[in-house]
């Protein structure tokens, strides 16, 4: 977890705590324009890059000026460095799933700045989480992060503060408390590697169990995802600290999945998670424990078919960004499981058609 001080601190420190993550800062300062410190004009990273925006040239910024706004931030970046962390150096992200988090994006011009600079040092998959960002400034991080995450993106975004019931300034003693906050010690439950021999195929599955498990919950990703999604995983590491199992498998193999046809053959993935649910229920550990599909994309809509032929078995549904509307009007008509549908505020197209599957699951 990379929090971008310093209004990101206190939002990383949760979500580092929620997944069992360590946590340090990314340092990005942005660069003022000559007539408005407050209007970023570009940022800086600690490593000296500078990224400017389209519109720097027409606030008066020559290049004179952004020399000596960039040597000015580079200084507050470093000693912030050395009084947030005089002990520690920064964490690699090198090979390791990273989130860079901040509290908001207004011109997300720091938050591109920090991306760029964690991507320089080649994370395995990279991660982008706000609360709320204005809509133009997600569009802007297309292709800067391998997944972004914004629970809220209100087309009257004005300021960030705006969405905030308190919203004050937080103070250097508080980030560095915060940095120094011993890392969770709740216990992780242990994955084992298990293998699905589906329709003739073989497919590969990551289940989990904790102690005294409560609940099964099992996993459908996504056209063109896997077992591996980094949303999926962070999900199920939350789960498990809830004493839910899980199973993440992927539903194709890996020459079926070059098939873009079968990736929205969604018969045939329902047909995959319907035998997944039948291979649990056949497992000692698995087979008294009620059962909860979650759902992604053309996932979701294989749950609930799933749901719908199996109501004594599945006791809930959660379809996340999912196409619902693909499970057909016959299946949606008799799903009696519990059903929540998570649908990103900026989706538009993807809403509508959330609320019609809503409807007909309703009549």
């Known amino acids: 977890m990379l929090a971008i001080p310093r209004g990101g601190v206190p939002v990383g ?7 069992d993550g360590e946590m340090d800062v990314v340092l990005v300062r942005k660069l003022g324009a000559p007539s408005n410190p407050e209007l970023a004009i570009g940022a800086v990273d600690e490593q000296g890059r500078v990224s400017l925006s389209d519109y720097a040239a027409a606030t008066g910024a020559d290049e004179a000026y952004v020399a000596r706004e960039t040597a000015q931030q580079l200084a507050l970046i470093r000693q912030r ?10 964490i690699d992200p090198a090979g390791r799933v990273v989130i860079v988090v901040d509290d908001g994006l207004a011109t997300g011009s720091t938050m591109r700045a920090a991306l760029a600079a964690v991507r320089a040092r080649h994370p395995a998959s990279l991660i982008c989480a706000v609360p709320v960002a204005a809509p ?30 308190r919203f004050e300034a937080v103070p250097d003693e508080e980030v560095i408390e915060l940095l120094a906050a011993a890392p969770s010690t709740k216990a992780t439950a242990a994955m084992q590697s298990v293998q699905l021999h589906l329709d003739g195929v073989t497919l590969q599955g990551d289940l989990t169990v ?6 099964l919950v ?30 993440l498998f992927d539903l194709l193999s890996t020459s079926e999945d070059a098939d873009r ?3 929205f053959d969604i018969a045939l993935l329902a047909s995959r998670l319907g035998q997944a649910v039948t291979w649990a229920a056949g497992m000692p550990a698995l087979r008294t424990l009620p059962v909860g599909l979650f759902g992604a994309s053309t996932g979701a809509a294989a749950a609930l078919v ?57 009549d």
């Not at 420190?13 to 997944?19: E, H, K, S």
């Not at 460095?81 to 920064?90: E, I, L, N, Q």
């Not at 802007?140 to 992060?145: D, F, Q, R, S, T």
């Not at 077992?227 to 999900?235: F, G, H, K, M």
């Open 13 to 19: 420190r949760v979500i580092a705590d929620a997944l």
């Open 261 to 263: 046809r079968m990736r």
């Open 306 to 362: 799933v749901a719908a032929q199996q109501p004594e078995r599945i006791v809930a549904v959660v379809s996340r960004g999912g196409r619902p509307d693909l499970a057909g009007t016959a299946a949606l008509a008799k799903i009696t499981a519990p059903t929540l549908l998570i649908v990103g505020g900026a989706d538009t197209d993807v809403i509508m058609l959330n609320r019609q599957a809503l409807a007909l699951m309703q």
């Open 136 to 165: 133009h400034s997600l569009v802007e991080l297309k292709g800067l992060a391998d997944d972004v995450v914004c629970l809220s993106a209100p087309p009257d975004f004005r300021a960030v503060g705006q969405f905030y019931q």
């Open 218 to 247: 099992i996993f459908a990703h996504g056209s063109g995802s896997s077992r591996l999604s980094p949303r999926s995983r962070a999900v199920a590491g939350v789960l498990h600290q809830h004493g839910l199992a899980t199973l």
């Open 81 to 90: 460095r050395h009084r947030y962390r005089p002990r520690h150096p920064p």
């Open 210 to 215: 904790p102690p005294q498990a409560r609940g």
